[in-house]
């Protein structure tokens, strides 16, 4: 059961729902997609550490068969490569590897090497296993990395939590495409629900089966529970605004292994969620 946790901005509380909801499974994947600032590993501390070097393939051409044609440089949309001096130039901090200019060099004067991106760090904290991707700084795109964390055998766990990046661009729809539940995290301000829209829209545009988490919840109106009445969006809980989950939470605590009522909170809303894709299996199969 591989559930995404998504959040229209960052700081609404996706990590820490997704950390805890995975330490209140008797046996979880967690995998941190929010690759360009990824955190979670700072409240599990995993143990049993393997890291694994990410690379994409970059183009470079052999001065000797290249006939100055430009046609890849006609090819590349990204004004990756330029002819300067009678040398084919690759400015790999925009090449998005697809390969197209290798393919379509009449010369087969283009081939490629691999160029580091980033790493995947995997280990273990008590009954999660976590998997945390990491993009190099300054790299264009976490997508070669997501995909590498996303393509786990999950099979002996019986939950995949997917913290998804904030936000609502191609690294997200990357990170939930094969998601079989959405979770949403939304705060309860007008800002919060001007993102929390977004993330709406897109698991909605994925046709994704999804529900809501309000977080940092006080008392009156919330004008993210009233967005989700407008629109028909199921609560699956509330979080309260509270100075002891800030507390745990700031300083990287699990609060599902730091208190009963906190696991017990946590637990009851896996259950929720449990029967919420339980259903939508049979419903749409």
Same mark, same amino acid.
């Given at each position: 059961?591989?559930? =995404?946790?998504?959040?229209?901005?960052? *700081?609404?509380? %996706?990590? &820490?729902?997704?950390?805890?909801?995975? @330490?209140? #499974?008797?046996?979880?994947?967690?995998?941190?997609?929010?690759?360009?600032?990824?955190?979670?590993?700072?409240?599990?501390?995993?143990?049993?550490?393997?890291?694994?070097?990410?690379?994409?393939?970059?183009?470079? =051409?052999?001065?000797?068969?290249?006939? *100055?044609?430009? %046609?890849? &440089?006609?090819?590349?949309?990204?004004? @990756?490569? #330029?002819?300067?001096?009678?040398?084919?130039?690759?400015?790999?901090?925009?090449?998005?590897?697809?390969?197209?200019?290798?393919?379509?060099?009449?010369?087969?004067?283009?081939?490629?090497?691999?160029?580091?991106?980033?790493?995947?760090?995997?280990?273990?904290?008590?009954?999660?296993?976590?998997?945390?991707?990491?993009?190099?700084?300054?790299?264009?795109?976490?997508?070669?990395?997501?995909?590498?964390?996303?393509?786990?055998?999950?099979?002996?766990?019986?939950?995949?939590?997917?913290?998804?990046?904030?936000?609502?661009?191609?690294?997200?729809?990357?990170?939930?495409?094969?998601?079989?539940?959405?979770?949403?995290?939304?705060?309860?301000?007008?800002?919060?629900?001007?993102?929390?829209?977004?993330?709406?829209?897109?698991?909605?545009?994925?046709?994704?089966?999804?529900?809501?988490?309000?977080?940092?919840?006080?008392?009156?109106?919330?004008?993210?529970?009233?967005?989700?009445?407008?629109?028909?969006?199921?609560?699956?809980?509330?979080?309260?605004?509270?100075?002891?989950?800030?507390?745990?939470?700031?300083?990287?605590?699990?609060?599902?292994?730091?208190?009963?009522?906190?696991?017990?909170?946590?637990?009851?809303?896996?259950?929720?969620?449990?029967?919420?894709?339980?259903?939508?299996?049979?419903?749409?199969?």
């Amino acid at each position: 059961m591989k559930i =995404a946790v998504l959040s229209g901005k960052g *700081g609404t509380g %996706k990590t &820490m729902l997704s950390v805890n909801l995975a @330490a209140a #499974a008797k046996k979880s994947n967690y995998i941190d997609c929010d690759v360009e600032e990824p955190n979670g590993h700072l409240f599990f501390q995993p143990k049993e550490l393997v890291m694994e070097g990410i690379s994409v393939k970059i183009p470079y =051409a052999d001065d000797n068969l290249c006939n *100055g044609c430009r %046609k890849c &440089m006609d090819f590349c949309r990204f004004n @990756a490569l #330029a002819y300067v001096k009678d040398k084919l130039i690759v400015f790999e901090e925009v090449c998005h590897s697809c390969g197209g200019c290798s393919l379509l060099c009449p010369e087969r004067a283009i081939f490629e090497k691999d160029r580091l991106i980033g790493q995947v760090q995997r280990g273990i904290s008590d009954n999660v296993t976590v998997i945390t991707g990491i993009l190099n700084t300054g790299e264009v795109s976490g997508i070669p990395i997501i995909k590498n964390i996303l393509n786990i055998d999950g099979a002996e766990k019986d939950y995949t939590f997917i913290d998804c990046p904030p936000g609502s661009s191609c690294i997200v729809m990357e990170s939930i495409k094969d998601a079989d539940y959405c979770i949403l995290v939304a705060e309860p301000t007008l800002f919060g629900v001007h993102n929390f829209n977004m993330v709406y829209e897109l698991v909605r545009l994925f046709n994704k089966p999804y529900g809501a988490v309000l977080n940092k919840c006080l008392e009156g109106e919330n004008p993210s529970e009233v967005f989700c009445r407008e629109k028909g969006i199921k609560i699956l809980g509330r979080i309260p605004f509270d100075k002891e989950i800030g507390t745990l939470n700031s300083n990287a605590l699990i609060l599902a292994r730091q208190n009963k009522k906190y696991k017990d909170m946590f637990s009851a809303l896996l259950q929720i969620v449990t029967e919420e894709v339980r259903h939508e299996t049979v419903t749409n199969p």
